[in-house]
């Protein structure tokens, strides 16, 4: 784990400024229009300024939280949210298995958490929920009963994307309106396209593909998210790798962070994640760092959550 993280550059937070709001400026200087009205204007602007110098720090959505039932004890929902809230987490994708754990944070945070349901009830489901039909009842239980953003995240590979429990989980995502959460590779994605071709989907980990084929996925489907949890290949030591660069200038909109707490322990690597990942967005232009920080997750999980009702 250490090395996946090792890089510890000196951080280079401090010229991460939040943008100071146009609207605000603009609507103040077409009420003055005067010599006075400008100055006012400025010295709006530079209170600004170094309200964001004090407070610089970039906001993360993080679209790979799990909140599983071996983690309730360890941390009891008020200091996950706690914990949240120290790494600088403006917004989370929270899943859990079982799906109580989601509903445990959401009702400790809404305005924090957005539920996302897992087709798990407990670890060690990930490999065996494909062919075991339980998981359909509960599943159909749970969207009755609570709102989500997405189903996910789940794992499928290959031909099995098209087993019938996946596809019956695909036929209620498109019922209640849901994102896909895939922790997939290429094939099952395509698969998961085939069965519903209007699909938004949040491909987990960036299928843990070479940058080129992310972009080629990403090309082909204008409906295919990426979040990059566990992986470190992209960013290092404040720096971002080259082609991963490419595929961020390619397609702002589509990437967002993840820390992804498969385990308990991994709680406690939440606030480290946020700011490492700090460091090499820093090193993008501010524009795209900002959208994979926060920016995209806002609009494609939050604002189609927030739309529901
Ligand atoms: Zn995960």
Excluded: C
Aim: overall charge neutral; aromatic content about 10%; cysteine-free.
């Amino acid at each position: 784990m250490s090395r996946r993280f090792g890089g510890r550059a000196r951080d280079p937070d401090g010229d991460a400024l939040p943008a100071i709001p146009a609207t605000r400026l603009g609507a103040v200087a077409g009420k003055q229009g005067t010599e006075a009205g400008m100055r006012k204007v400025l010295a709006i602007a530079a209170m600004l300024w170094s309200t964001a110098l004090a407070g610089a720090e970039l906001p993360v959505f993080d679209a790979h939280i799990h909140y599983s039932h071996d983690a309730w004890d360890m941390f009891p929902p008020k200091e996950a949210i706690a914990l949240l809230r120290k790494a600088g987490v403006r917004r989370a994708l929270v899943s859990s298995s079982n799906d109580e754990g989601t509903q445990k944070l959401y009702a400790e945070a809404p305005e924090l958490i957005v539920p996302e349901l897992r087709p798990y009830r407990a670890r060690g489901e990930t490999g065996t929920w494909v062919r075991d039909q339980s998981v359909i009842g509960y599943l159909e239980e749970r969207l009755r009963k609570f709102r989500y953003a997405a189903i996910g995240e789940f794992h499928l590979y290959g031909a099995d994307a098209d087993l019938p429990v996946p596809r019956r989980m695909v036929e209620l995502a498109r019922q209640y309106g849901l994102m896909l959460h895939a922790h997939s590779d290429a094939e099952a994605i395509e698969r998961l396209f085939r069965q519903w071709p209007q699909a938004r989907i949040l491909w987990a980990h960036a299928g843990f593909e070479q940058p080129a084929k992310v972009r080629e996925m990403l090309r082909r489907y204008r409906n295919l998210w990426a979040d990059l949890a566990f992986r470190s290949d992209h960013g290092s030591s404040g720096k971002v790798d080259r082609a991963w660069r490419e595929a961020f200038v390619e397609f702002p909109d589509r990437f967002m962070l993840g820390t992804d707490t498969y385990t308990p322990e991994r709680w406690n690597f939440v606030p480290e994640h946020a700011a490492w990942s700090r460091r090499w967005l820093a090193d993008l232009p501010r524009e795209i760092a900002e959208r994979i920080a926060w920016k995209n997750g806002e609009e494609v999980i939050a604002g189609a959550f927030a739309g529901q009702h």
